[in-house]
């Protein structure tokens, strides 16, 4: 069935103080979004990357859009507010009132902050949206959705045989958000629907089951959503059309439509793979730091490698994304990288002739300086730094193909310079994230002479080559230096709190720090006098840097600021 033109949206801008208000960037463009083709767009990326205000931005942007934020549920609870939060209190919450100013005020109030009171009232005032999300519930969950009414207040009950409780006071989050984006979904009053992580509280299933209704009356109504998502089930592209709906946010980056980083000469091949692998993409976006390999063989070797020489918390945040070849390593490593993923690849030597991977090797600034200064390359290319290799394979007659000339290059002796030219090339190459197996493929690291999953397994066991590979490719989130720097900066904070405090009373001596935050740096650091004006600040916690220490006085430039191990002291 053709779907029926999109409601007139219009082209939304939005600039990064659109988005991030006071932003250095101020008036320069964090997005456009100018095509409305797909039903549903998405928002990912990590958080504090702007993917909820920019949604919040764009349902400003557009009369009749209606936003429901990741607090929606707010607008079915009671609380009791207090000067330091707020408190649910769901024990004497009567329901949604129905007297006309009250119904009035909370439409007004939901459309205003994005909580999901409306949604309720429209079980009530229209019987369509009521019978369609009753019978949506019963199917899936075995549940009965009624409207009750009592003393004013609309009170929605949830029956199960013979037992009826009510929606609000007696159950969980995950039944009222269903029924909360059921009703608008099947709601009729809104041009763009904006939904915030609409996967909360429920199961993956049902979010799945959610959004083919959300699409279906988009596609049927010609109407559109805006979805911010964290849910990787819920990106699984099919095309690079599908490609065109989602918008990836990284932090300090403008947005990215995944579909425009596709060049023309890639689509058939990417619609290809995605067919294939539908959750490549979604791996891709929510991964720490994927790893494209090539087939199952690649990611059996490797998970038994990983197993067997990291943590398990290393092995369970090392995601490996198969791609099916070795020229879809190429193809999905040249996209990652324009995209802006934080993404690493493992490919067989003749990945070096690949012009996709080429192209991408030549667009990093990191590796056109290596060219230049290791390989003494000019212009700074790939192909500049592969001609003496080419040259002598020319000279031997090997025949110019990619597997032909990475079987010379595996068995390349060091004459004439030629084996250290490769090898200084697949060091820069993995600098650059790309490990260029120097045996030649897969099945050369582990010794086999056969293709197969239970082969790479059983191979990966013992200890070799392929761990190498494992230890490259592991994810290990390594925060210790980042804690180093910030006990950095608060420590010389401390100092010169101390520094102003003698400079205002020189006859004064201190055992604690001074300022404003004195007690909270207290629990920090402790402050010895050791005579003549000079201080020395000894960290307390955290328990890793216990014992080092930082000596001052009135005159110590910044620069001297700097926190000492114990083993110097």
Partial sequence: MTAPATAGLPAIDLTWNDVFPGADRGIDSFMRLESWDCPITYFVGRNGSGKSRAARAVSTRVEGARLLIADRLLGLMAITSYTYGIEPN???????????????QAGVGAKRTGVASEEIYNLRERPEVWLRVAAFIRKTLGRTIEIHEQSGYLDPHVRIGNSSYSLFREEGHGLRELVTLLAATYGEDWRILVVDEPELHLHPSMVRLWLAELEKECRNSGRRAVVVTHEP????????????????FSTGKPACRLGSCILPAQTKRVTASLQRYPQLVSTLVFSPRPVLVEGIDDVTALTVALMRTQSPEIVAQTDLAECGSNGGVALWFEIGNSIGFDVRAIADLDSFFAP?????????????SRYGSDLAAEP??????????????NKESILPNPKNRAQWLAHLKDEGGHSARKSKLIEIWRGAGLWIHPQGCL????????????????????????????????????????VELLLNVAVEKIAHQLMEAIRIDPEAEFDAPAGPNAIIDERLVQVI????????????????????????????????LVLKSPKID
């Fill in 233 to 248: 089930s819920m990106i699984q592209p099919k095309s690079v059309d599908d490609l065109n709906g989602i918008w990836y």
């Fill in 380 to 393: 700074a290319t790939t192909s500049t730094a592969l001609r003496p290799l080419i040259e002598q394979m």
């Fill in 90 to 104: 769901q024990d004497h919450f009567k329901g949604l009132p129905l007297g006309d100013p009250e119904r009035h």
């Fill in 443 to 482: 099945e050369d690291v582990l010794g086999i002479t056969e293709k197969g999953a239970e082969r790479a397994r059983l191979a990966a066991q013992m200890a070799g080559p392929i761990d190498d590979v494992a230890d490259w490719c592991a994810f290990k989130l390594d925060h210790m230096g980042e």
């Fill in 529 to 560: 006098s050791l005579g003549a004006g000079e201080y020395e600040l000894r960290v307390k916690a955290p328990t890793a840097f216990a014992g080092w220490w930082l000596r001052f006085s009135r005159q110590t430039p910044s620069s001297d």
């Fill in 356 to 368: 996709e991977v080429q192209r991408t090797m030549d667009s990093s600034s990191y590796v056109r």
